[in-house]
């Protein structure tokens, strides 16, 4: 069940794995991850598309397994969503993600930093108590504008009413709110326009082949237009050539992501990307 993927990572797929056994050793070595210090963020540009300068990095989660190797989010967090460990894994990715931030804001590096939240963490009613006392403890602040929280749509779809809710209280704390994969799911702009959203990602799907298929190019240039004209950032991820980056950049896309770009790196080669990059 485990294979080389292009970056050259091993990664464990339980879902091709006949052995339960297996699966459910998967789910008891997902419990001791943590207290074994197994996961790792790696993080990911995303550049403004007219200066080429970093605005902000996407911070991506990996577990790096002592017999598996590198495993992806893919093969894990939807298992950790199902069976409740999502809880302390997004508290992990929270801490470290806003003491990086913190470290970088030391050294002059102002980067915002995008984390993903799954459904059950952005329903936790603590969520923004959490954040907020990550923000502000450990001696050091960190403006909460540095802060940006990645949902799906389909998230908000589950119970409108809250996720309204609770993106106000993050807008409240200064926190700002990006909408995911945004084109893969079931909600509209006309309905996201109600909601105090700040960034519209489109899905990497449409980002992928837009300089091929004139239907993907239709519909980015689409989205663009209309995330601008409700007064959204927008944000292109998986831009993995040089055509597409130019494309994006006529039809006035803010921000770009992905491999063409840079890989999400680990945090040192990050710092090394920052310094020698010629974006
Ligand atoms: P996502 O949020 O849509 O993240 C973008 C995914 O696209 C990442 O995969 C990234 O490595 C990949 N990607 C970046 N640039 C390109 C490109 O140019 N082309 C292509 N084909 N792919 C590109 P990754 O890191 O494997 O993450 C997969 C998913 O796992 C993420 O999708 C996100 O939903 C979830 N995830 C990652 N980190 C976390 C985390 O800390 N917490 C939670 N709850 N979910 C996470
Ligand atoms: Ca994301
Ligand atoms: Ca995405
Ligand atoms: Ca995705």
Redesign the pocket.
């Known amino acids: 069940a485990a294979k080389h993927t292009d970056a050259g990572f091993l990664f464990y797929d339980p879902k091709t794995d006949p052995h339960t056994q297996q699966r459910l050793q998967l789910s008891s070595d997902l419990r001791h991850a943590l207290e074994r210090n197994e996961f790792v963020?790696?993080y990911?540009p995303q550049i403004n598309i007219h200066s080429g300068r970093i605005i902000a990095v996407?911070?991506?989660?990996?577990w790096n397994h002592p017999e598996h190797g590198m495993i992806?989010?893919?093969q894990f967090?939807p298992f950790a969503e199902s069976t409740g460990l999502?809880g302390p894994?997004?508290e992990w990715?929270l801490r470290t993600a806003i003491a990086q931030c913190k470290t970088w804001q030391m050294t002059g590096m102002e980067m915002r930093i995008a984390?993903?939240?799954?459904a059950r963490?952005f329903q936790d009613p603590l969520l923004v108590d959490k954040l907020e006392s990550l923000l502000y403890g450990g001696g050091n602040r960190l403006p909460p504008e540095r802060i940006e929280i990645?949902i799906t749509e389909n998230i908000l779809m589950v119970d409108i009413e809250h996720g309204a809710k609770a993106i106000r209280r993050l807008r409240d704390l200064g926190v700002s709110v990006a909408i995911?994969?945004f084109g893969t799911g079931y909600s509209s702009l006309a309905y996201l326009k109600k909601l105090p959203i700040h960034t519209l990602k489109i899905d990497?799907s449409f980002v992928?082949n837009m300089t091929e298929d004139d239907n993907d190019a239709v519909i980015v240039r689409s989205t663009i237009d209309l995330a601008h004209n409700l007064g959204y950032l927008v944000v292109a991820?998986?831009?993995?050539t040089r055509d597409a980056l130019d494309l994006l950049a006529v039809l006035g896309c803010d921000l770009a992501?992905?491999?063409?770009i840079s890989?999400?790196l680990p945090e040192d080669e990050l710092i090394l990307w920052v310094k020698n990059s010629a974006w």
């Open positions: 963020l790696y990911q996407e911070a991506l989660i990996r992806f989010p893919d967090i999502i894994i997004t990715v984390i993903n939240v799954t963490s990645e995911d994969d990497k992928m991820e998986g831009v993995e992501q992905g491999y063409h890989h999400p």
